[in-house]
């Protein structure tokens, strides 16, 4: 709460709200919502690199700040044959690695987890699961509350699926709420995507499904929403009137790294196309939803998949550039091509880059076209969403200035810059007619200090508390394979496929001819 002053009426006013300047009491008090039910998270493929990772560290870090249930137990299982002990160490160490201070609440917080070695194609290793988290529901009071989170190779999620349904692991009943978790990739193609869902669906309803993009719980991603439409003066101008093109960019440096088996059978279009970016297109393009709560949210952004323009395939270097990185410099250091990073085939066809010209068939983005870009080794870590606004319609300066103005860009930084940056035109001091660009920033962090929840933290809490905003609803999933099927399908089957591939030096932005696509 802030007072205020009333200029029309001359009383001071009280505005319920926060302010920048005041941290401790609004920011604080927005990190972690409402009261979870205790409850356990089993991870499936727990000795992988996602748990190590990312899982939990998220974990620990909520565990930190209050966030997690009490009680809350977390059940590693894996083929690794591992005890309880060997999985705790192995969890501190990948704590040390990541750089994460263990002084505090560590020992405490290592008592949660527990292991348990399962064979995923084996049913008495899932009927003994059950009867293992019976016990620790007993010994602990989390009350039946499961998470089943699939951290596991895609091609075995419909199988464990399986297995937990027929271990009776799925059902919910008065004693307890069961959720699953389940990883991108959602499939490789909207037949394959289909088919996992069924799967899913033998033996979990939908609102027990959670399918996790994280990106979309980066704070400068979710805050989109908040910009857009808890501000009045953005919205009269998102449109085909005001706005010119909009460009959504996400760029890595890293290669293919360690994930070459899963990057080689997926490619960019796969990896980055069909989850991150649309999401980001959904949240620029979508109308206000009438409420902020999940179906809601989820509506909208599929109204927007629905107006998906399909691209002409027999036209596609009109609307697609696909490209495969070689070798080059990258933020000082040589690095290989793709085709001479381990594990991968030295005649890979597999795209690491693309850039696709979007439009969406509806009254308010007609006309407007969508670049989406994303790509490795790329000149710069970076995901950035500029809205390029129309030139004025006409300009008073002409006979002075002899050109055309610039027009404003407004510029969301994701990554690294957590910004949203408006560029304008100013006069430019002295006696002369000058104009200048100028910037106005704002910093996502200005005047926060306090902490922060990371992607990660944020969705594992969400599914704690059973919230599905963050999460794909299957239609969405669908309706984003059935625009990108055909274009991997003549991507990936026609005869001159190394033609479409276009070779593109690491530390770059990627194939020339994507200029030719703007
Ligand atoms: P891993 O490749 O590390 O696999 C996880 C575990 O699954 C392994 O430790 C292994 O455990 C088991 N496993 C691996 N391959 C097989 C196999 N062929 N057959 C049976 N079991 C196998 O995966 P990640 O931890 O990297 O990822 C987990 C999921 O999350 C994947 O679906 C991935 O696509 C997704 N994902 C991962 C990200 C990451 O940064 N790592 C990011 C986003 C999504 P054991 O042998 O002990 O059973």
Redesign the pocket.
């Known amino acids: 709460m802030n007072n205020s002053y009333d200029m029309k009426s001359g009383n001071s006013t009280t505005m319920v709200g926060t302010t920048a300047s005041d941290p401790e009491t609004s920011f604080g008090s927005c990190l972690i919502e409402g009261n979870p039910d205790p409850c356990m998270i089993v991870i ?11 899982i939990v560290p998220a974990l620990f870090n909520l565990y930190l700040n209050d966030g997690l249930p009490y009680p809350f137990l977390v059940v590693g299982c ?3 044959k591992l005890n309880n002990g060997e999985f705790r160490d192995k969890m501190k160490k990948a704590l040390l690695s990541a750089g994460i201070d263990q002084d505090s609440g560590w020992e405490s917080f290592s008592q949660l987890l527990h292991y348990q070695t ?1 064979d ?1 194609r084996d049913l008495s290793s899932f009927t003994a699961l059950a009867g293992s988290l019976r016990g620790l529901d007993k010994k602990h009071g989390t009350r039946g509350n499961r998470i089943f989170y ?8 419909q199988s464990t699926a399986q297995m937990f349904g027929k271990a009776g692991l799925s059902t919910e009943n008065k004693n307890g709420w069961v959720r699953i978790v389940v ?3 959602f499939g490789r193609d909207l037949d394959t995507a289909v088919d996992l869902d069924r799967s899913l669906h033998d033996h979990f309803k939908e609102h027990q499904i959670f399918r ?1 993009d ?1 990106y979309l719980a980066k704070e400068t991603v979710q805050n989109i929403l908040m910009f857009r439409f808890a501000n009045a003066i953005f919205e009269p101008v998102w449109n085909r009137r005001y706005i010119d093109s909009v460009s959504i960019t996400a760029g890595e440096t890293l290669g293919v790294e360690h ?1 070459a ?2 990057y080689e059978q997926a490619g960019v279009l796969r990896d980055m196309f069909q989850n991150h970016m649309m999401q980001l297109l959904a949240l620029i393009a979508m109308d206000p939803p009438s409420l902020f709560e999940a179906d809601r949210v989820r509506d909208e952004k599929v109204k927007v998949y629905r107006t998906m323009r399909p691209f002409p395939t027999d036209d596609l270097q009109n609307y697609l550039v696909l490209g495969q990185y070689g070798s080059g410099v990258v933020e000082g250091n040589k690095v290989p091509a793709y085709r001479d990073e381990a594990s991968i085939n030295p005649e890979s066809l597999t795209p690491t880059f693309a850039m696709m010209k979007i439009f969406l068939d509806n009254w308010r983005w007609q006309g407007v076209p969508f670049y989406l870009t994303s790509g490795k080794r790329l000149a710069k870590k970076l995901t950035e969403i500029t809205i390029q606004f129309k030139e004025i319609p006409h300009s008073m300066f002409r006979r002075i200035l002899g050109k055309q103005v610039m027009a404003n860009q407004l510029i969301l930084g994701i990554y690294p810059d957590e910004t949203i940056s408006l560029i304008f035109q100013t006069k430019n001091p002295g006696a002369k007619v000058c104009l200048r660009s100028v910037t106005m920033d704002f910093n996502y962090h200005q005047d926060y200090t306090g902490p922060v929840l990371d992607a990660y933290e944020k969705v594992l809490l969400d599914c704690i508390s059973g919230d599905h905003m963050l999460f794909w609803r299957q239609d969405g999933v669908e309706l984003c394979w059935a625009f990108l099927t055909p274009i991997l399908k003549e991507c990936e089957t026609c005869g001159d496929r190394s033609k479409m591939l276009l070779p593109y030096e690491s530390g770059t932005w990627g194939p020339e001819a994507v200029r030719a696509l703007k």
């Open positions: 499936v493929g727990a000795s992988g690199d996602l748990t190590a990772r990312k894996a083929r690794t399962i995923y699939l951290s596991i190779p895609p091609s075995l999620y990883e991108k990739p996790i994280h994930r088996g899963y």
